[in-house]
Every structure is written in C-alpha cells, then in structure tokens.
C-alpha cells in the first residue's frame, strides 16, 4: 500500500476483512502462547481466547505479525 493506493485500500468499507489472518495462523499462534502459561486460572482451551491487533488494521497494523497480535 501506498500514498497513491490509499483510496483503493484502507479507505475501502470492508478493507480489513480481506487482510485479517486465517484461523489457522491465530490458533497456532494461542497454543504457543498457551503452551508458554499464558492463561487465565489454567484454562488452555483456545476456543476461550481471541487475538486481537494492539495496532488496528485500519491504523497499518500488520494483520499477522505475532507482535501486534495480542
């Protein structure tokens, strides 16, 4: 994405949807977080938990870099 591909990208209602990571990608990523004690009262159940973004796609976040998924 650039300067001059903004308006067909994050300015795009929907844009976001398209960049976030498989299902696959953030549950391998909770069970190696899970794997390492984090968790709440031992439950190790990825179901339980969800990845979030702690920089928004809509801010240029990187959808699956582990280190903006929380």
Request: glycine share 8%; hydrophobic share 35%.
């Amino acid at each position: 994405m650039t300067q001059a591909t903004i308006s067909q990208t994050i300015c795009v209602s929907g844009w976001t949807s398209t960049m976030r990571p498989s299902s696959s990608v953030t549950t391998a990523l909770k069970v190696r977080q899970l794997s390492t004690g984090y968790s709440y009262n031992g439950d190790t159940s990825t179901a339980d938990y969800e990845e979030d973004h702690l920089i928004s796609l809509e801010l240029g976040g990187a959808a699956s870099a582990e280190a903006n998924l929380w």
